[in-house]
Nanobody, 121 residues
């Protein structure tokens, strides 16, 4: 079992910024595609961004394109989600996941516990 631990969530005002981190256990991180998803109460889990193991390819959801950036540091077993110009509709629990760069949650084989992001209006 691979363990993923998210951190960096919190409460911010509209227009503010947060950086989320996801640290993976084990030594397979450098060859693992990684993604970020989010889920608001009563809604399905939504793709946010993904990054390939080499960082050559990234996918960004249209809803956050231009505001969010995904990156990774394989030496630290960590993937980041830099979130700028936050909006109330960004409020959700954010999850990192391992195993794919696709937008469908079932394509990923490991998930973190989630970190809450709340954007006040």
């Amino acid at each position: 079992q691979v363990q993923l631990v998210e951190s960096g969530g919190g409460l911010v005002q509209t227009g503010g910024s947060l950086t989320l981190s996801c640290t993976a256990s084990g030594r397979t991180f450098s060859r693992s595609d990684m993604g970020w998803f989010r889920q608001a109460p009563g809604k399905e889990r939504e793709f946010v961004a993904s990054i390939s193991w080499s960082s050559r390819s990234t996918n960004i959801a249209d809803s956050v394109k231009g505001r969010f950036t995904i990156s990774r540091d394989n030496a630290k077993n960590t993937v980041y989600l830099q979130m700028n110009s936050l909006k109330p509709e960004d409020t959700a629990v954010y999850y990192c996941a391992r195993g794919s760069t696709r937008v469908v949650p079932r394509e990923y084989n490991y998930w973190g516990q989630g970190t809450q992001v709340t954007v006040s209006s």
